[in-house]
Antibody, heavy 119, light 106 residues
Framework: QVQLVESGGGVVQPGTSLRLSCAASGFTFSSYVMYWVRQAPGRGLEWVALISYEESHNYYSDSVKGRFTISRDNSRNTLYLQMNSLRAEDTAVYYC????????????WGQGTLVTVSP | EVVMTQSPATLSVSPGERATLSCRASQSVSSKLAWYQQKPGQAPRLLIYGVSTRATGIPARFSGSGSGTEFTLTISSLQSEDFAVYYCQQYNNWYTFGQGTKLEIK
């Protein structure tokens, strides 16, 4: 079955960096567009970034553009999110999600990893 | 940015009754509309995509309808496991979510 397992979250200070990982299994990872979506505590959902099948196209929300970098290693079935210059407003649970095969909805989600940015 | 507005913010319904959740887009999103269910401490789960197509394993009591800017998620006969927060999402112009509707037991 499809599994997405995020890791790498933690408590960091403002201005520092963190890299999240998402290990995928149960499907042909290289055939799917992948996403990062976040949810601030007690808040709604916010799309963060997407990456195409072969890493040829990456796109970001305005709130993270220039600070975050999405990447993937199809040989390791792993998705990454490099987060630099972290701010308090980046505090959230970060989910990796798989794109639908026939549309850009999110058909499977990982359990999420919490990132807390605090002095 | 396409703003998605859900109503009501909280909906109180008794088990066995019908629940109707609304979602409005600030501009047309064509048929690129999905619904997700989220329970406390869990990741969202895809329920509906393309306005009305149920995702794999989703019971038939969940149905979606609408077009353009007005959409509805209907749960025909509420079960105990359906009480959760529901989000709509458009994927026609990047990706934005509504703020959620909390479906609670009356």
């Amino acid at each position: 079955q499809v599994q997405l397992v995020e890791s790498g979250g933690g408590v960091v200070q403002p201005g520092t960096s963190l890299r999240l990982s998402c290990a995928a299994s149960g499907f042909t990872f290289s055939s799917y567009v992948m996403y990062w979506v976040r949810q601030a505590p007690g808040r709604g959902l916010e799309w963060v970034a997407l990456i195409s099948y072969e890493e040829s196209h990456n796109y970001y929300s305005d709130s993270v553009k220039g600070r975050f970098t999405i990447s993937r290693d199809n040989s390791r079935n792993t998705l990454y999110l490099q987060m630099n210059s972290l701010r308090a407003e980046d505090t959230a649970v970060y989910y990796c999600a798989r794109g639908g095969i026939d549309g850009n909805y999110f058909d499977f989600w990982g359990q999420g990893t919490l990132v807390t940015v605090s002095p | 940015e396409v703003v998605m507005t859900q109503s009501p913010a909280t909906l109180s319904v008794s088990p066995g009754e019908r629940a109707t959740l609304s979602c409005r887009a600030s501009q047309s999103v064509s048929s690129k509309l999905a619904w997700y269910q989220q329970k406390p401490g869990q990741a969202p789960r895809l329920l509906i995509y393309g306005v009305s197509t149920r995702a794999t394993g989703i019971p038939a009591r969940f149905s979606g309808s609408g077009s353009g800017t007005e959409f509805t998620l209907t749960i025909s006969s509420l079960q105990s496991e359906d009480f959760a927060v529901y989000y709509c999402q458009q994927y026609n112009n990047w990706y934005t979510f509504g703020q959620g509707t909390k479906l609670e037991i009356k």
